[in-house]
Antibody
């Protein structure tokens, strides 16, 4: 059974940093693109970043470029999102999602989400 | 950037009815479109990908259609568990690019 379990969310002040983790199981992690997708309270879905199977390519939403860094450790079946210079508008539930093998494409599995609250 | 617009924002229907949710794209594309269902307090669940392919375990009452700029999700014989939020999702081949619709809430009439 595919499982994605996020952790690391919490309350942080504007300008602060937070690191999200996603533990994957039930599939060959190193074969899949992985993504972070977020959802602000009461709002819709927004893709944030993704990373190629071997970590060699990464793509970001324009508004997080230079502030967020996606990474993965295939030996530990884990995905990460380092979030720096956080802003109020980054407040959201962050979901770890699985993409495809050749390309990221659609997201067939989602974690339960980790809430990040940016507030003073 | 392709913008996805769903209509209507809210749809009130009765159990057992058939319903069609619409998703319109600002530019035409080949069919890289997915639909997700989200219930309160839960993560989204993939229903449809590549515009018309049902994801594993999705009941046959869910079907996707469309091409170009007009896409639709149809649910025949609505069950109580189908009342939820639905999002359409455009995904570009390369470079990766994504755009979600704003969502359609399906509520019980």
């Amino acid at each position: 059974e595919v499982q994605l379990v996020e952790s690391g969310g919490g309350l942080v002040q504007p300008g602060g940093s937070l690191r999200l983790s996603c533990a994957a199981s039930g599939f060959i992690f190193s074969n899949y693109w992985m993504n972070w997708v977020r959802q602000a309270p009461g709002k819709g879905l927004e893709w944030v970043a993704n990373i190629k199977v071997d970590g060699s390519e990464k793509f970001y939403l324009d508004s997080v470029k230079g502030r967020f860094t996606i990474s993965r450790d295939n030996a530990k079946n884990s995905l990460y999102l380092q979030m720096d210079s956080l802003r109020d508008e980054d407040t959201a539930v962050y979901y770890c999602t699985r993409g495809g093998t050749w390309r990221s494409y659609y997201f067939d599995y989602w974690g339960q989400g980790s809430l990040v609250t940016v507030s003073s | 950037e392709i913008v996805m617009t769903q209509s209507p924002d809210t749809l009130s229907v009765s159990p057992g009815e058939r319903v069609t949710l619409s998703c319109r794209a600002s530019q035409s594309f080949s069919g890289n479109l997915a639909w997700y269902q989200q219930k309160p307090g839960q993560a989204p669940r993939l229903l449809i990908y590549d515009a018309s392919k049902r994801a594993a375990g999705v009941p046959a009452r869910f079907s996707g259609s469309g091409s170009g700029t007009e896409f639709a999700l149809t649910v025949t014989s609505l069950q109580s568990e189908d009342f939820a939020l639905y999002y359409c999702h455009y995904y570009n081949d390369w470079p990766p690019g994504y755009s979600f619709g704003q969502g359609t809430k399906l509520e019980i009439k």
